[in-house]
């Protein structure tokens, strides 16, 4: 069983309250802008403008509940069929995002990083991004990774091209390959697995997420949009996740 405590005080905020087993590693597929937008009458694209204002929140509680590893994933491979004029948007709000967020980022000590083909996105963005990377990279707190312009099965594929080729100029020999050292050729070799996947507007699949890297995350699906995604409904998250018995394939210790 879990425990946390709550104080009696109702005034007091989230994050006063002692929260055990908190995640060091959780990641959001950030679903329902445009199901959020349509449902309002708005363009979906004024979806995606909250979704960032949701971006800014949660990495914010995060880094205060002292949550290691915040994975976002902010664009997909398969995004690109969009309309243009949303995939336009969508490409423009790194800059927007990073332009106004930078100083939050640098006061709650949080380092940028990405993963997915940064290199293909608009000038723009890739030149946002990395200068996030860069201003940030000597913070110690919150890794918060963007996954932009990620896909799973390319990642897993480049990974396996990747070793095929140090196995060719024997860099590596057949009997070395084990999971381990095949993680280190994946684009998150730098963190550790998620312990906590979440994705939010009642869509329950994983839409090429890492694939690898969550074979023994806990699932949250919840069906509040992205959007409408709140400090409190992310440790109501936290506190499902707390309740959860993980055994990774063995048996209770208990
Ligand atoms: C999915 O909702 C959301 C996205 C494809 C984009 C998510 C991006 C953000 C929230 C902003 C991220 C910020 C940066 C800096 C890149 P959807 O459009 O698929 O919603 P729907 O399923 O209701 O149509």
């Known amino acids: 069983m879990f425990k946390f405590f709550i104080k009696k005080n109702k005034k007091e905020k989230l994050e006063d309250k002692i929260i055990k087993k ?23 694209i004024k979806g995606h403008y909250e979704g960032m204002q949701t971006v800014k929140k949660i990495t914010k509680y995060a880094s205060n509940l002292g949550i290691e590893y915040l994975t976002l994933y902010a664009f997909s491979t398969e995004n690109w069929s969009r309309p243009k004029q949303e995939v336009n948007y969508l490409m423009g709000l790194p800059e927007k995002m990073f332009s106004s967020f930078m100083p939050e980022l640098m006061e709650n000590n949080v380092q940028v990083r990405v993963i997915g083909n940064v290199a293909d996105l608009p000038d ?5 991004i990395n200068k996030a990377i860069e201003e940030t990279k000597s913070n110690t707190g ?44 994946l684009s998150t070799k730098d963190f550790p697995n998620p312990d906590l996947l979440i994705r939010t507007s009642g869509e329950q699949r994983i839409s090429n997420f890492l694939l690898w890297q969550i074979a023994y995350s806990e699932f949250i699906f919840t069906k509040v949009a992205w959007p409408d995604f709140t400090e409190e409904e992310f440790y109501k998250s936290l506190q499902e996740y707390q309740a959860r018995d993980r055994r990774f394939g063995g048996l209770n210790e208990d």
Not at 124 to 128: D, E, I, L, R, Y
Not at 145 to 165: C, M, P, Q, R, T
């Open 22 to 44: 908190i995640p060091k590693h959780v990641a959001i597929i950030m679903d329902g802008n445009g199901r959020w937008a349509k449902k309002r009458n708005l363009p979906r």
């Open 124 to 128: 723009s963005a890739k030149n946002a």
């Open 142 to 185: 919150l890794k918060l990774i963007f996954a932009l312009n990620y896909g799973s099965k390319l990642e897993i594929l480049n990974a396996v091209k990747d070793i095929v080729n140090d196995y060719k100029n024997d860099v590596i020999s057949l009997d070395k390959i084990s999971e381990e050292i095949f993680s280190n050729y």
